[in-house]
């Protein structure tokens, strides 16, 4: 099966894939159905379902929101990366910037090694827990971009990424529907954690016009030192 890029894949993002960028697009579309047979990657293997859910999708958060004001290189940090989404595509389109893929599944950061070196992608990649690895001094305040996906709910989310980002840096947590309790909730949550929400960002996708947003959020103040909290913690008592 083929991944088929519509013209509407570029114009909703206002970036448009090299030739090389399609057959490795197509590549890691190849690599996830094979990886899916030991690793359980994904449900969407459709093409154009996978192409819009999981590759459009992903490039969405960044393409155009961000992407007009970069004027060098950033460092980027995708934690919970499961199947390498977002983080891997964005290191296809993004190949100047320093992408870290985050996840706590060991062969899942195994695969996606191996994927990123089929695609001669710089990509690093840790097998950890958020919570370990925003506290360690190597990661800790290092990133100008943390992303999460489909991983919790916004407060855990806010937990995982901002320890993580620079002062300045922004933190995308990507939603599907976003409601007003939400937002109250990462609100408060963003605050006691040195952000701030700086806007919410909402969509269709470009076939199937599913409804996403995407919430961006900015680290203003240092995260406190005793955040993220040990292992388990921000999911069992969120803020």
């Known amino acids: 099966m083929a991944l088929v890029l519509e013209s509407d ?7 448009t894939p090299s030739i090389q960028q399609q057959q490795q697009l197509q ?29 459009w999708d992903s490039l969405r958060g960044v393409f155009p929101p961000l992407s007009a004001s970069v004027t060098q290189p950033l460092s980027l940090i995708d934690v919970g990366t499961g199947a390498g989404f977002p983080g891997l595509p964005l290191a296809l389109a993004c190949p100047d910037w320093r992408v870290t893929l985050l996840d706590s599944t060991r062969k899942k950061v195994a695969f996606l090694e191996a994927l990123a070196a089929e695609l001669n992608l710089p990509v690093q990649s840790i097998a950890g827990r958020a919570e370990q690895v925003g506290q360690m001094a190597k990661y800790r305040a290092s990133f100008d971009i943390a992303t999460i996906r489909a991983v919790a709910a916004p407060a855990i989310c806010a937990e995982y990424t901002l320890p993580l980002l620079k002062l300045g840096g922004t933190a995308i947590l990507y939603r599907g529907q976003w409601q007003a309790e939400e937002h109250q909730a990462l609100e408060s949550a963003a605050g006691q954690l040195g952000g701030v929400i700086e806007r919410v960002d ?6 199937s016009q599913s409804v996403r947003h995407c919430v961006y959020l900015k680290k203003v103040q240092s995260t406190p030192p005793e955040f993220p909290r040990l292992a388990g913690i921000p999911s069992q008592k969120p803020l």
């Open 27 to 55: 590549q890691i579309y190849q690599a996830i159905l094979q990886g899916n047979q030991q690793l359980n990657l994904t449900r969407i293997t459709e093409p154009s379902e996978f192409l819009e859910k999981h590759l």
């Open 9 to 15: 894949w570029s114009q909703a993002l206002g970036w």
């Open 202 to 207: 909402a969509f269709a996708t470009p076939q």
